[in-house]
């Protein structure tokens, strides 16, 4: 293997979609330099690049705010917190008028008012227009370069990672002042549109580091999709009714409250939808909105408003779930120094608490999450002095450096750990008796990685996929026995009530031995870090 290649930059940004973006943007703002390295083509990888979404943009008036944040308080199992509700509303309000100002984004004009529609983006768009701005800025972009383990020095703060660059066949290493994680969440490979790099790759990292997560049992989400297909856009089945394979309505089934109807039905039974409370204005705005949802069914021949058709569930993990590494300060600092985390990789339960935050909450928070990550890297690079790269101590270790001579393949870990956590019977639809087992085979499948699992150039990609998806699995598992209660989007149905006493939040961390504690569920300001 040929000496890595090296640079040296101020923050470096791990990801390349609209958390990773903002905060490119506005650490480069904040006066630092910026090398931005993604796993795929900054621009066109990750869950938003493909896909048409809402955004949670509300106009600064009290009534409309308010209504804004109630709207998934409960759902949420009463978690999220009205500070950071109110940063990321304000946040998101002020970067939309800057996305479409200084992000060129040609947002569509309302007939009636004459006002830019700001409530939504069209990925594609949205996308290629942050990686012209972002590059406009002068910030360093490296595709096809996913990161594989950061680097810390002697005091244990992260000053950088390295990587592989796939074109070049040539390792990596970017030593840097601070680092943002803004590489999205992890869907376990389930064929989800747009999750083929929603690995977990940044969970592991931040793992090996020290970093504490929150909410991983809140890391279960589920889209609803025609059968055979990858795209999940579960709001419009809110227009849906749901049908037996008999053809009788499938009574309390739905989109948001009836999905556990669905994946119960589906364990014995095919289930078919139509969407058929759209009415003729409805369906010509959504076939607007989302293009591509309808793109499958035109090629089948069907039409989903009045035909029914099969439906399925796929796993969308922390992706459209909430958990992630947990934050601690207005800037997205984790609880590693010089380790800021944004987007997807984030835990969401400030705004989210246990539910699903959608499109819109989702694309909210990367934007909002990945400005406040950005700047923070930036002020803690700026003010701190430069690492000696050969004084750096790689972190990486399951899937990069085999603790002994036996081998098993990442395609095997792979598949064994997605024996564990795709199927909605044990993730979805969630009883201890279930989840234990599972739980002790990823513990078990992830000491045999450990011993075994690595490889050579392009193979240790896939080896660390594998390796990630495991150890968010664990992470995911642990923290969902460590909340006897049914809170959120975390259901179980061996204790099927929401009991007042866990109200707080389930943290946390560890590889080869994962704990778990609580933290009190607070409305407290956190203080910015200085």
Not at 103 to 111: E, I, L
Not at 476 to 505: C, F, I, N, V
């Given at each position: 293997m040929s000496e890595p290649w090296q640079i040296r930059t101020d923050v470096l940004v791990i990801g390349g979609g609209p958390a990773a973006c903002w905060a490119a943007v506005h650490a480069r703002e904040a006066g630092a330099e910026v090398v931005l390295v993604d796993k795929g083509y900054c621009g066109t990888s990750g869950a938003t690049a493909p896909s048409g979404t809402g955004v949670w943009y509300v106009a600064p008036e009290a009534t409309?705010?308010?209504?804004?944040?109630?709207?998934?308080?409960?759902?949420?199992?009463?978690?999220?917190?009205?500070?950071?509700?109110?940063?990321?509303?304000?946040?998101?309000?002020?970067?939309?008028?800057?996305?479409?100002?200084?992000?060129?984004?040609?947002?569509?004009?309302?007939?009636?008012?004459?006002?830019?529609?700001?409530?939504?983006?069209?990925?594609?768009?949205?996308?290629?227009?942050?990686?012209?701005?972002?590059?406009?800025?002068?910030?360093?972009?490296?595709?096809?370069?996913?990161?594989?383990?950061?680097?810390?020095?002697?005091?244990?703060?992260?000053?950088?990672?390295?990587?592989?660059?796939?074109?070049?066949?040539?390792?990596?290493?970017?030593?840097?002042?601070?680092?943002?994680?803004?590489?999205?969440?992890?869907?376990?490979?389930?064929?989800?549109?747009?999750?083929?790099?929603?690995?977990g790759d940044g969970a592991l990292m931040a793992a090996e580091v020290g970093a504490r997560f929150s909410g991983m049992e809140f890391s279960n989400a589920y889209g609803i999709v025609p059968k055979g297909s990858t795209i999940t856009k579960t709001a419009y089945y809110g227009y849906a009714t749901f049908f037996h394979e008999d053809g009788s309505v499938l009574e309390g089934a739905g989109s948001t409250k009836g999905r556990s109807v669905i994946a119960q039905t589906l364990l014995s039974e095919k289930v078919f939808a139509q969407l058929d409370r759209a009415d003729a204005t409805v369906q010509a705005q959504m076939r607007l909105g989302q293009p591509n949802f309808f793109l499958q069914f035109d090629r089948r021949g069907i039409d989903p408003f009045t035909d029914r058709f099969e439906v399925d569930l796929l796993a969308e993990g922390t992706v459209r779930g909430t958990g992630g590494i947990d934050i601690v300060d207005d800037h997205c600092a984790t609880t590693v120094p010089g380790l800021y985390a944004a987007g997807d990789a984030a835990t969401r339960e400030r705004i989210c608490g246990g539910f699903t935050g959608g499109g819109s909450h989702n694309s909210a928070w990367a934007m909002s999450s990945g400005s406040w990550a950005g700047r923070g890297a930036a002020l803690f690079a700026l003010a701190s002095e430069d690492?000696?790269?050969?004084?750096?101590?790689?972190?990486?270790?399951?899937?990069?450096?085999?603790?002994?001579?036996?081998?098993?393949?990442?395609?095997?870990?792979?598949?064994?750990?997605?024996?564990?956590?795709?199927?909605?019977?044990?993730?979805?639809?969630?009883?201890?008796?279930?989840?234990?087992?599972?739980?002790?085979?990823?513990?078990?499948?992830?000491?045999?990685?450990?011993?075994?699992?690595?490889?050579?150039?392009?193979?240790?990609?896939?080896?660390?996929?594998?390796?990630?998806?495991?150890?968010?699995?664990?992470?995911?598992?642990?923290?969902?026995?460590?909340?006897?209660?049914?809170?959120?989007?975390?259901?179980?149905?061996?204790?099927?009530?929401?009991?007042?006493?866990?109200?707080?939040?389930?943290?946390?961390?560890?590889?080869?031995?994962?704990?778990?504690?609580?933290?009190?569920?607070?409305?407290?300001?956190?203080?910015?870090?200085?």
């Open positions: 409309a705010r308010a209504n804004a944040k109630a709207s998934r308080e409960a759902l949420g199992g009463h978690l999220a917190d009205h500070y950071w509700m109110d940063r990321v509303l304000d946040q998101t309000y002020a970067n939309m008028s800057r996305l479409a100002v200084e992000g060129r984004y040609p947002f569509p004009v309302s007939p009636e008012t004459g006002e830019q529609i700001r409530t939504g983006v069209q990925g594609p768009e949205y996308m290629r227009r942050m990686r012209a701005w972002v590059q406009r800025l002068g910030v360093r972009i490296l595709d096809h370069a996913p990161a594989l383990e950061l680097l810390v020095d002697a005091d244990g703060v992260v000053r950088g990672a390295a990587g592989y660059r796939r074109q070049d066949e040539q390792d990596y290493q970017v030593t840097a002042g601070a680092v943002v994680l803004a590489s999205g969440g992890c869907a376990f490979l389930s064929r989800a549109l747009g999750t083929n790099v929603n690995t690492a000696d790269p050969a004084a750096l101590r790689a972190t990486g270790r399951v899937g990069l450096r085999p603790e002994a001579s036996e081998s098993i393949a990442a395609e095997e870990v792979l598949a064994d750990a997605q024996h564990e956590l795709l199927p909605f019977e044990k993730n979805y639809l969630r009883h201890g008796d279930r989840v234990r087992p599972a739980l002790a085979a990823l513990d078990d499948l992830w000491d045999r990685a450990a011993l075994g699992l690595g490889g050579t150039g392009a193979e240790r990609v896939r080896a660390r996929q594998a390796a990630a998806i495991t150890a968010v699995g664990r992470l995911m598992y642990r923290s969902t026995l460590a909340r006897k209660e049914t809170r959120g989007m975390s259901k179980r149905a061996d204790h099927p009530e929401l009991d007042p006493g866990q109200h707080h939040h389930i943290v946390s961390g560890g590889l080869d031995e994962v704990w778990t504690s609580t933290t009190t569920a607070t409305n407290t300001t956190l203080a910015v870090a200085s």
